[in-house]
């Protein structure tokens, strides 16, 4: 069984900073890409960062660029997402997905595409 566990979520004021962490406990994330997803009430969830299974590429939702930033760490076995400058457009349920992939396979980050996901962690964003 495919397990992902978020954390890291919470309250922060806007230009705040969280990191999300994403661990898997029952499989390598080696041979998986990665995607973290949110979604805020009354809206369609959204691909807000991806990263390949061996990490060297990445691809942002156009409103997160320069914003935050995607990683893994496979010693840990955990994907992190780094949000920084927040703002009140950020305010979600953030989800880690993940599908398994060949080395080659272009990085895609629609939902549509990720079988496995976690349970979400909270962000909000208010002063």
């Known amino acids: 069984q495919v397990r992902l566990a978020e954390s890291g979520g919470g309250l922060v004021q806007p230009g705040g900073a969280l990191r999300l962490s994403c661990a898997a406990s029952?499989?390598?994330?080696?041979?998986?890409?990665i995607g973290w997803f949110r979604q805020a009430p009354g809206k369609e969830r959204e691909g807000v960062a991806c990263?390949?299974?061996?990490?060297?590429?990445?691809v942002y939702v156009e409103s997160v660029k320069d914003r935050f930033t995607i990683s893994k760490d496979k010693d840990k076995n955990t994907v992190y997402l780094q949000m920084n400058s927040l703002n009140p457009e950020d305010p979600a349920v953030y989800y880690c997905?993940?599908?398994?992939?060949?080395?080659?396979?272009?990085?895609?980050?629609?939902?549509?595409?990720?079988?496995?996901w976690g349970q979400g962690t909270q962000v909000t964003v208010s002063s």
């Open positions: 029952t499989f390598t994330l080696n041979y998986h890409a």
């Open positions: 990263i390949t299974r061996g990490g060297g590429s990445t």
């Open positions: 997905a993940a599908k398994r992939t060949i080395l080659t396979a272009p990085l895609t980050c629609a939902s549509a595409d990720y079988p496995y």
